[in-house]
């Protein structure tokens, strides 16, 4: 263990430190860190939502599924990773259950800021048809 990991103590500093791995693109180290963390604290669901949105980056489908798997163990009202996980399905063709988890995530949080602002629905077409089952619920 390097003098580094010596000085950082909690989740939450590794945490940050991969936020800031991942907005430099540096994927690998943002996924390293997150490991760190996790290792700290295994029941924060937004770890390895971090976790799995990292491995999606890093077009490692199957283990971003898991992660993101592991955090709606956790909590499984966690909208954000529903919907990572409704992307990761989308990413490897399996849309209908892309919609699906899309729709679990907007039953839980609507349709809110968080989804529409950084999904193209041209991008995830499953996203648009769990939208379009939402508003035919509600009529």
Request: hydrophobic share 35%; aromatic share 12%; proline share 4%.
């Amino acid at each position: 263990m390097g003098l580094f990991d010596k000085l950082i103590k909690t989740e939450h500093e590794w945490k940050n430190i991969a936020g800031e791995a991942f907005h430099y693109g540096d994927y690998e180290k943002a996924l390293c860190t997150l490991s760190k963390a996790i290792k700290i604290n295994s029941k924060r669901p937004d770890l390895f939502t971090s976790k799995g949105n990292t491995l999606k980056c890093l077009r490692r489908y199957s283990e971003a599924l898991d992660a993101f798997g592991q955090a709606i163990e956790i909590e499984p009202e966690y909208a954000l990773a529903w919907k990572g996980r409704g992307e990761v399905l989308s990413k490897m063709g399996r849309q209908s259950d892309a919609t699906k988890s899309f729709y679990q995530a907007f039953k839980i949080d609507g349709p809110n800021a968080i989804f529409s602002a950084d999904i193209d629905p041209e991008s995830y077409p499953s996203y648009a048809e769990a939208m379009e089952i939402l508003k035919s619920e509600k009529r």
